[in-house]
């Protein structure tokens, strides 16, 4: 783990990368790293993360300065300027089940080439997926999600890396953390090493690549 700047960190982000974001609408998402891409505008992002949060927060700053390429999510429903793009045909958007969407995830972070689910056959969501029959029953193959960087946002970090967060600021950020080549974290607090007692560990050190430390 070593700590960079934010600004350094972003900088490392070429345009037209794949990034995950963490976050539920905006709870959880690294607001700091956000605003930094947008800064330093890095254009054509093939972005993965659970929603399109609201203009203005989250990863809806992202959709504001039309720097998003492509959307893989489970919904969009309360970003307009999202919406908006997905219409126009400005970006483009795969909408996944939410469930299938964290399993794909925890594949990729896990080495799996995917996941089976019953979730979608039947339906829209099948088309083009290789459909396999377990014991009677039909289920679509979804394969595995992986990003070149996570973006991820954490309460605790001690000074090596291990990560701890905070109630449901928690949610996708350490499957995330799994599931990328590069894991780029913002922290509320850093502590010293022992602070954290090792059953709060959520994301342990050697996931961590970078630190952000300046406020």
């Known amino acids: 783990m070593k700590a960079v700047s934010v600004e350094e960190a972003v900088a490392m982000i070429p345009a037209g990368a794949s990034v995950m974001v963490g976050g539920f609408m905006g709870v959880g998402t690294p607001e700091r790293l956000l605003d930094e891409l947008v800064r ?33 999510a489970t919904h969009i429903g309360l970003n307009p300027k999202a919406q908006q793009q997905m219409l126009g045909n400005q970006i483009a958007v795969d909408l996944v089940p939410q469930g299938t969407f964290v399993e794909r995830i925890r594949a990729g972070g ?21 459909q396999i029959e377990v014991d009677g029953q039909s289920f679509l193959l979804e394969t595995a999600l992986r990003a070149q960087y996570a973006l991820v946002h954490a309460f605790l970090a001690d000074y090596l890396g291990n990560l ?25 607090n850093i502590v010293p090493v022992g602070v954290i007692a090792p059953d709060h560990v959520m994301t342990p050190a050697p996931l961590v690549d970078y630190l952000i430390t300046n406020g």
């Open 40 to 72: 330093q505008n890095k254009s054509g992002l093939s972005l993965i993360c659970n929603d399109a949060a609201v203009p203005g927060r989250g990863v809806g700053k992202l959709f504001d300065a039309a720097l998003v390429a492509k959307l893989t």
């Open 110 to 130: 896990c080495g799996l080439g995917g996941v089976l689910t019953p979730t979608g056959v039947g339906t829209l969501v099948a088309e083009g997926k290789r």
């Open 164 to 188: 701890a967060y905070a109630l449901t600021a928690r949610n996708f950020n350490p499957i995330m953390a799994m599931a990328a080549d590069t894991v780029i974290v913002t922290v509320e």
